[in-house]
């Protein structure tokens, strides 16, 4: 993929199993949500792996091991090995060991996916201030993680010890809704203590590279739902990306979405990975896509009918095309309404 910028999304006459070699699949609000598998997961990554795709399982939360992680998606009926589990905890934990002694104690505030990957890079997590480390790490830890590790961890950085943090999402789906994940919990520390961490987890570099090298992908496709990590992760490691829109992401955010945040595919659900991607063309002054045709005028306009993700894949491509490398910010509302989006 080229970092040009994308004015709308692309088609593949292949169906993406066939197309790449290796999904780089994103789980909470792709896989499952709040623990329960997304409806078409479960059949649909079992067609792709029947068809020789292989599936990786690539999450910004820290607080489970990849054990753990493959046991739940094992349950729901999707076989998994901890092989196959790249997680935040182990990005921010090779970052770390890239940077002090082996053997070295680090802060741990977060759960037991960071214990484990930093005893795998040969560090020794602590849990308080007092214990000398060399480091604090930052990850996920549930709702139920105490007020005071915020403290200890504010303790640490006010001395000079260095601060990472898994990921900064703001937000994480579960099955009542939208929770605050663990980018709210660094506002926190940020807030109390004015250091900055230094932060591992999707879209930055040190995660992408912590995937490759755990799954020697050739031709990788990113799988998500989130265009602020899964979309621009595989913008800046320069692979494709399919959105599903089982997450946190709507259509008017992906019709505003600027270049870095705009997928190669677009599709309801993990049965996007069986099929081919249609075409989207240009059709006078404005953009078709199966029945639709999509213009930017005052406004975003759609005439036609047929499948409703067609008329989004339209008026992704006549939005993205008047924002250019910006955002759009023309009323989407009456367009997206007829496609009951």
């Known amino acids: 993929m080229s970092q040009s910028v994308r004015t709308r999304p692309e088609a593949s006459g ?20 709040g623990g329960n598998a997304i409806a078409h997961a479960v059949e ?12 990786a399982y690539v999450t910004n939360n820290a607080l489970r091991t990849p054990d753990t992680v493959a046991d739940h998606l094992t349950e729901l009926g999707i076989p998994t090995g901890a092989d196959d589990v790249i997680t935040s905890a182990q990005a921010v934990a090779r970052l770390i060991s890239d940077q002090v002694p082996s053997g070295a104690r680090v802060l741990v505030i977060g759960g037991d996916g960071l214990r484990v990957a930093l005893r795998e890079r040969g560090l020794e997590p602590v849990e308080s201030a007092d214990d000398d480390p060399v480091a604090v790490v930052q990850g996920y830890g549930g709702p139920e993680l105490p007020w005071g590790r915020f403290a200890e961890a504010c303790y640490a950085i006010a001395r000079g010890v260095p601060w990472y943090a898994s990921n900064t999402d703001l937000t994480i789906p579960g099955a009542r809704g939208i929770a605050p994940g663990n980018g709210a919990a660094v506002e926190v520390v940020r807030i109390a203590t004015g250091a900055e ?47 599903v829109l089982t997450g946190v992401t709507d259509g008017a955010q992906l019709l505003a979405a600027p270049p870095q945040h705009r997928p190669t595919y677009v599709d309801a659900d993990l049965r996007g990975l069986l099929t081919g991607q249609p075409e989207v063309t240009q ?7 199966g029945g639709w045709t999509a213009t930017a005028g005052t406004e975003l ?41």
């Open 197 to 243: 961490p230094q932060v591992a987890g999707k879209p930055l570099p040190p995660m992408h590279r912590e995937t490759i090298l755990r799954t020697g992908a050739e031709r990788p496709l990113v799988v998500g739902d989130r265009l602020d990590t899964d979309i621009e992760g595989a913008f800046n490691g320069e692979v494709d990306s399919l959105l």
């Open 44 to 55: 649909s990554l079992a067609a792709a792996r029947a068809g020789g795709m292989h599936l």
């Open 301 to 341: 306009e759609l005439d036609g009918d047929g499948e409703a993700l067609d008329g989004l894949r339209a008026l992704c491509a006549a939005a993205w095309t008047a924002a250019g490398d910006g955002v759009c910010r023309l009323d989407s509302g009456k367009a997206l309404a007829r496609l009951g989006l």
């Open 14 to 33: 292949q169906a993406l199993s066939e197309a790449y070699d290796t999904a780089l699949l994103d789980l909470d609000g792709v896989v499952y949500a």
């Open 283 to 289: 059709a006078g002054a404005g953009f078709r896509c």
